[in-house]
């Protein structure tokens, strides 16, 4: 085992390292998270061996440094760091602690959110903005002034009579989160490298040496702190952030004035749910002692006051290893990518995938099997990769020239389309997929036909084309795993009673292009039967106002193709039923099931989505429960969601969506 000093000196470097990397270069390699459990680990290594503590350590002074590109600031007062609580438990005990060393139990602190984005200290020389400077290492900053002039945010001269005639303001300069989006789109699109977070954003963006690109960057600040002030006395935390406002600050619009620990933990419960639909990213809540006297007599260390503690949230980001980029084939051919990573938590949840959406994202992502990402779950169901952490592949990824699965050719449909496709119809990933929407629920709807039973049936040759489910028998399913006698019984009868499901179903079964659940209802009402469907020409499908040219065109080629017409009458003449019956076993596919919409959709607006779902027959409610179907979640989606993954209901994303209603 690596002996105590030398893991404590291992890790100081390894700390020291990724300072230079998160303060200097704003190219952070691991996520906050996974740096704040550093920190904790040395810390903790610290206080059980003293002998090994050393004032330089990076647990003991504020981090980050001055870089010499930019002129040295001395700080009047030096610009400190804060301890960090990670838990309500921490939390308290600084609380209660506090409040003891005062013995007064009514005694205020302000909690406030702590925004992520850089500290920055301003100095107002009789009203005027005469100073810009960044924290550096506390002691001393960077000469940023330049830089800070263009941010709207903050007034050049103070709005009120008698200004101090020296007042040092600090707070945090942001970008918000929509002005990050838009950078980072910028700059891929441009070939550089994304920023992990708007912190680094911030931070990259208020330290150009160019103030034009500082302006571009739409930057913004809250004040929540002083440095040297004189000609001001202020008594209270509060009543200091009220002069900023009168001064013409923005304020943080939460902000809470507590004197019960029961307050703060109700205030972090609120903040916590509504983190995410703020326009400004925050890592947590600052807890600060109101009484300025208060605070002076608690002091601080070298790194942090005593009379502020930060509450953190758990990390939204974590790094890990893209181990392989893995390619998906779907039942109409399309390839998709996907991510498989070494397994790492993240918010309560241990991660293995991530969404890559298509080959160009790859590109733009420069990101190749081997490379350490950075993911990030953030309200979605399935994390998504931010960016290349660490490059550690030497070539690019290339799209698959052939189908991973059958081997067969693949093109792009046309020139716009991102996606590859395989086109062989007898690719059999491609026939694995059609068969579990064929016998998927909303389809032909056969009770116990699972991925798991698809997979043996496929495996075992027991099934070659769609009308073998109608051959099937008792023999067929005899040493499957996880499958017992009465549940064999049970699926044959299902396969035989899905022979009299509606034409509709059936539509909807074959997994025509297009050609979605409400399509398949509206072309089974007005053709009736399957005779009428082959006889129709383009003409007879685009009259019915409801279809659409994509959809109509897509049902002509796939009823007019001998081997799509050969699908349907095989199943014909296994007994599946080919009219319109009135006697559906449910009237809609989304009847009797009930939907709740949150988060932020970005195909569909709320209304159409739900608009569709109550056309389909389903319901919309607006709270989750036992008897919610599905919850169809979003980006951000806070509460609802947790609530869904307690509950154990569905949690569909739009993509999910889209096939359940086949877009
Ligand atoms: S009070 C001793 N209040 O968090 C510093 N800081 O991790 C007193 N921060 O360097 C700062 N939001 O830049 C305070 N509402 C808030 C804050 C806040 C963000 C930053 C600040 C500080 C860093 C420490």
């Known amino acids: ?17 990724h300072n230079a990397l998160y303060y200097d270069k704003n190219e952070p390699e691991i996520s906050d998270g996974e740096y704040d459990a550093l920190v904790r680990e040395l810390e903790r290594l610290e206080q059980e061996h003293p002998l090994f503590a050393l004032s330089k350590s990076p647990t003991k002074k504020v981090s980050g440094y001055a870089s010499s590109s930019f002129q040295p600031i001395k700080h009047a007062v030096p610009m400190l760091s804060l301890d ?20 007064d139990s009514k005694l205020e602190f302000v909690i406030e959110p702590k925004v992520d984005g850089v500290s920055a200290s301003l100095t107002y020389l009789d009203g005027i903005l005469t100073v810009g400077a960044t924290r550096g290492d506390g002691e001393t900053g960077e000469d940023v002034t330049e830089n800070i002039k263009t941010i709207q ?76 002030v004189d000609g001001k006395q202020f008594e209270k935390q509060s009543e200091f952030l009220k002069y900023c406002q009168d001064c013409g600050f923005k304020l943080q619009s939460d902000f809470k004035i ?54 953190k949230f758990p990390s939204k980001q974590a790094t890990t290893k893209l181990t392989k980029i893995r390619a998906q084939v779907g039942r109409t051919g399309m390839i998709t990518p996907s991510a498989v990573l070494d397994p790492v938590p993240l918010g ?55 189908c991973p699965s059958c081997g067969g050719e693949v093109a792009k449909e046309n020139e716009e389309e991102v996606a590859y496709r395989c086109i062989n119809p007898e690719c059999p990933a491609q026939f694995r997929r059609r068969l579990m929407h064929f016998v998927s629920r909303n389809a032909m709807d056969i009770d116990g036909f699972g991925e798991a039973v698809v997979d043996q049936v496929l495996e075992k040759k027991k099934l070659r084309k769609l009308s073998d489910i109608y051959r099937l028998s008792y023999n067929d399913f005899v040493g499957f795993e996880l499958f017992k006698d009465k549940k064999a019984d049970n699926l044959i009868k299902a396969i035989a009673e899905s022979k009299k499901r509606p034409l509709s179903r059936l539509i909807f079964a074959l997994g025509i292009r297009h050609v979605g659940e409400k399509v398949s209802e509206i072309v089974a009402k007005r053709f009736k039967t399957m005779e009428a469907l082959f006889a129709a020409s383009l003409e007879d499908f685009l009259k019915v106002s409801e279809i659409g040219e994509v959809s109509a065109l897509s049902l002509k080629e796939f009823f007019e193709n001998a081997t799509t017409r050969r699908v349907v009458e095989d199943l014909a003449l296994s007994g599946v039923s080919m009219t319109e019956t009135e006697t559906s076993k449910k009237g809609s596919q989304f009847e009797e099931r009930t939907f709740v919409l949150t988060g932020e959709l970005e195909k569909y607006a709320r209304e159409k989505a739900a608009e569709i779902i109550k056309s389909l027959g389903g319901k919309v409610a607006s709270s989750v429960s036992k008897k919610t179907d599905y919850v169809l979640a979003g980006a951000k989606a806070g509460s609802k969601l947790e609530k869904a993954k307690e509950l154990n209901v569905k949690i569909i994303d739009e993509a999910e969506f889209e096939e359940l209603i086949n877009i």
Not at 84 to 103: D, I, P
Not at 160 to 187: A, C, H, Q, T, W
Not at 259 to 285: A, P, T, W
Not at 286 to 310: C, D, F, H, M, Y
């Open 153 to 228: 945010d903050m007034p050049r001269k103070l709005k009120i009579e008698n200004p101090p005639n020296f007042f040092e303001l600090r707070g945090e300069v942001y970008i918000d989160k929509s002005d990050f989006e838009k950078l980072n789109e910028k700059i891929s699109c441009l070939g550089g490298q994304k920023f992990a977070n708007p912190r680094n954003a911030a931070s990259g963006s208020l330290r150009q040496k160019n103030s034009q690109i500082t302006a571009e960057r739409n930057l913004s600040f809250f004040v929540h702190s002083f440095g040297k």
């Open 1 to 17: 085992m690596e002996n105590i000093q030398n893991l404590i000196e291992r890790l100081r470097k390894e700390l020291t390292r």
């Open 84 to 103: 960090n609580a990670y838990s309500r438990e921490e939390t308290a005990s600084w609380y209660e602690r506090t409040v003891k060393k005062f013995n």
């Open 258 to 311: 507590c004197s019960s620990f029961g307050e703060v933990s109700k205030f972090i419960d609120m903040m916590f749910q509504k983190r995410d639909s703020l326009n400004y990213e925050i890592d947590g809540l600052v807890i600060k002692v109101n009484s300025l006297k208060s605070q002076n007599e608690l002091g601080s260390t070298n790194k942090s006051p005593r009379w502020a503690v930060a509450f």
């Open 348 to 402: 309560g949840v241990t991660i293995s995938r991530a969404t890559l959406h298509n080959f160009e994202e790859i590109e733009r992502l420069n990101v190749n099997e081997g490379d350490i990402v950075l993911i990030e779950r953030a309200g979605d169901v399935i994390p998504k990769i931010v960016k290349v952490a660490r490059k550690e592949s030497k070539v690019f990824f290339k799209p698959p020239q052939k």
